[in-house]
């Protein structure tokens, strides 16, 4: 289907060019959108991962104790936490769901 415009109280045709170039706008845009789409998923799955492993709302603190989590587990053989955060992870999967 072919898009048009009005002029002078008329609906004209797009010219071949100016298809090419609205659907080229219109193809940026939807990039757009997923790139917005990824950076959202992107923020709400750190923002899930600090709120649910930090005991306060900053990343480094969460990844702190996921580190111990995993040593713990190597070392000590110690799979209890590492379990728990894997249920965690799991939930902020289910939450956020890859766009």
Known sequence: MSRHRLVRGEMVPFTDEEELERDEEEAAAALNRIDLDKKRYLKDR?????????????????????????????KEEDNIELNKIDAQLTAIDAKHPKP
């Open 46 to 74: 750190i923002e899930s991962f600090s709120k649910d492993f930090g005991e306060d709302d900053t990343f480094n603190e969460s990844v702190y104790l996921l580190l111990r989590a995993l040593v713990a587990a190597v």
